[in-house]
């Protein structure tokens, strides 16, 4: 009996067998969720002419393979900057930099929020090394060109369209932008004539602004920080001198 019992003793004393590895059904948290880039996605929009510009709107398809972080801060920056959060897309675009300092499309974001922000000389550093990084991208050439007539370098503002026209010849901002180094320049018939051509292009964007040409008007003035409205195809909100 006493064996018995000694014996019965250590049996009780073992330890229980583990369960098996797993957790009982509902102990786990859900997963968190991420941010589903494909809800960031550009809208649809009209087909524009092909153009050597760089691709600042990634569709769903693109932003699926985007891995990096710095290319993820640079869509978010685009799209704040759209959007005229210009402080959240400055320090986006400042980020991206940081994690890739040699992203052409990260100085170009950057060149294009201190030029609305009326800085002039920085956005025309930064679009200096976006199109020292690519030369063949329009929209860098064209920001250069934009903070240098802001600038008041007229001459240097009319290359750099030009030389956006010699990448893509259908580039009807680029002939806005060259119609206004034209009238800085005191040639307004010169400035009408590539403003014909920018409306022949783009009549949606830039009709209004040939019309005003063509009766004498003056179409950009330097010193109006709604300047930037011309090249998005909307009227500035201050009236403009006549050349008579």
Same mark, same amino acid.
Do not use: C
């Given at each position: ?12 004393? +073992? ?15 859900? !997963? ?9 996605? &550009?809208? @649809?929009?009209? &087909? ?9 709107? &990634?569709?769903?398809?693109? /932003? ?9 801060? %640079? ?21 991206? /930099?940081?994690?890739?300092? @040699? ?6 974001? %950057? ?12 956005? &025309?550093?930064?679009?200096?090394? =976006? ?13 250069? =060109?934009?903070?240098? /007539? *802001? /600038?008041?370098?007229?001459?240097? @503002? ?7 026209? #010699?990448? *893509? ?16 320049? #005191?040639? !307004? ?8 051509? =920018? =409306?022949? %292009? ?23 920080? +709604?300047?930037?409205? %011309? ?7 201050? !009236? ?5």
């Amino acid at each position: 009996p006493e064996m018995y019992a000694i014996a019965s003793s250590l049996k009780d004393s +073992d330890p229980a067998p583990e369960e098996a590895p797993g957790e009982p059904q509902g102990a786990r948290a859900p !997963p968190s969720r991420g941010v589903d880039l494909s809800e960031l996605a &550009a809208p @649809a929009g009209p &087909a524009r002419e092909d153009s050597t510009d760089l691709d600042r709107r &990634a569709g769903a398809e693109s /932003l699926r393979s985007v891995v990096s972080s710095g290319e993820r801060q %640079l869509f978010t920056a685009r799209r704040a900057f759209e959007a005229g959060r210009l402080s959240e897309a400055r320090a986006g675009a400042e980020a991206a /930099l940081a994690a890739d300092p @040699a992203s052409p499309e990260g100085r170009l974001l %950057l060149s294009e929020v201190l030029a609305r922000q009326g800085l002039w000389a920085d956005a &025309a550093h930064e679009a200096l090394e =976006a199109v020292r990084l690519n030369g063949r991208d329009g929209a860098s050439q064209r920001a250069l =060109a934009w903070s240098q /007539l *802001n /600038l008041g370098n007229n001459r240097e @503002a009319a290359a750099g369209a030009a030389r956006a026209l #010699g990448l *893509n010849p259908q580039d009807a901002q680029a002939f806005a932008l060259r119609a206004f180094a034209w009238e800085r320049q #005191g040639r !307004p018939d010169a400035a009408a004539a590539d403003l014909r051509r =920018a =409306a022949a %292009l783009d009549p949606a964007r830039f009709r209004g602004l040939a019309e005003r040409a063509e009766a004498g008007g003056r179409v950009f003035e330097p010193s109006d920080k +709604d300047s930037w409205r %011309l090249l998005a195809g909307a009227a500035s909100r201050r !009236p403009r001198r006549d050349w008579k």
